[in-house]
C-alpha cells in the first residue's frame, strides 16, 4: 500500500476530524477523577460523538485482520497498561495514570489523539513519566518537515526518551490516516536519522509514543487487545495527528483545551533556543 498525499479538500476534511478528537478530550477531561469507571468515560464519549458531534467512534467494531472486533468507543490504558485498554467497571483511583485515546469519523475522515490523564494525586515517577513521554512526543513532531525522514522523527523520541532513562515500546507505532484508520507510513518511535520514508507536503500521520518506565517489553492479555507492560512498571501515551506542510508541520489534534507545547517547541518557534533544552510540560491534574 503506497502513502497517499492528501489535497486540500481531505486537509479540510482532517482538521475538521482531528478537532472534535481533541475536543472530544477536553468535554471528557473533568470526568476523569477518582471513583469513575473507564466504562462510565466510554459511554459518556459515545454519546458526545454520536449525538452532540454526530460523529462515528471509529473503534466501536473495529476488527484489523487477526483480531476479535473492539468491543468500545474509546480505549483506556490503566497505569501499566501501555495500549488498546478496554474500558470496564473497575473505577479509577487516586494516584492512577490513564491514557484515553480517541478516534472520530466526520464526513469520512478520521481524527486519532490521546493523551494521559493524572487520577487526584499521583506520584513524582508518575507525573515526570506522563510529563516527559509528553515532551518525547513532541521531540519528534519538531523533526516534521518536507525532506526529512521519519527515521528522524523515530530517532529524536528514542533519543531523548531513553536518555532520561526511560523505554520505547517497539511492537506498536503511529500510522498514517485519513480516509482510512490505518494507513501507510508506519511510523516507528525509534530508529536512524535519513532512514525510512521521505516526508512530503501532504502526508498525515500519527505520532504516538509509548514509554515504559521499566523495560520496554510488552504482552497481550487474553481478551485479545490489552498491552501490559511484562514487568508491570508503569507505561504513558501521548497522541497527536501531523500534517506535513510545505515548510514544516501543522498539528491537526489541537482544541481549547489541549495541554500546550513543551517550553522547548514554543522557543523554537520563536527561533530563541536548541531543540536539546527542553523541560518537561505542565500538565493538568485530574
Known sequence: MSITLKDAHGIAGMRTA???????????????KPGVT???????????????????PATLGYTPPGYIPYPK???TSVNH???HGIPNDKALKKGDIVNIDVTVIKDGWHGDTSRMFM?????IAAKRLCALTYDAMWHGIAMVKPGAYLGDVGHAIQRFAEGQGFSIVREFCGHGIGQVFHEEPQVLHYG???TL??????????????INAGRRDVKELGDGWTIVTKDHSLSAQ?????????????VLTLSSGSPPPPAFVQAQAAGSLPAALAQPASLAQA
Open 18 to 32: 482531528c478537532r472534535l478528537a481533541s475536543e472530544l478530550l477536553d468535554y471528557l477531561t473533568p470526568h476523569v
Open 38 to 56: 473507564t466504562n462510565q468515560i466510554d459511554q459518556l464519549a459515545h454519546h458526545y460523538m454520536t449525538q452532540v458531534q454526530h460523529t462515528v
Open 73 to 75: 468507543s474509546l480505549c
Open 81 to 83: 497498561v501501555v495500549c
Open 119 to 123: 487520577v487526584g494525586d499521583v506520584g
Open 192 to 194: 536512524k536519522p535519513g
Open 197 to 210: 520514508d521521505k516526508l512530503l507536503p501532504g502526508m498525515i500521520f500519527t505520532i504516538e509514543p509509548m
Open 238 to 250: 501521548w497522541e497527536h495527528t501531523v500534517l506535513v506542510t510545505e515548510t514544516g508541520y501543522e
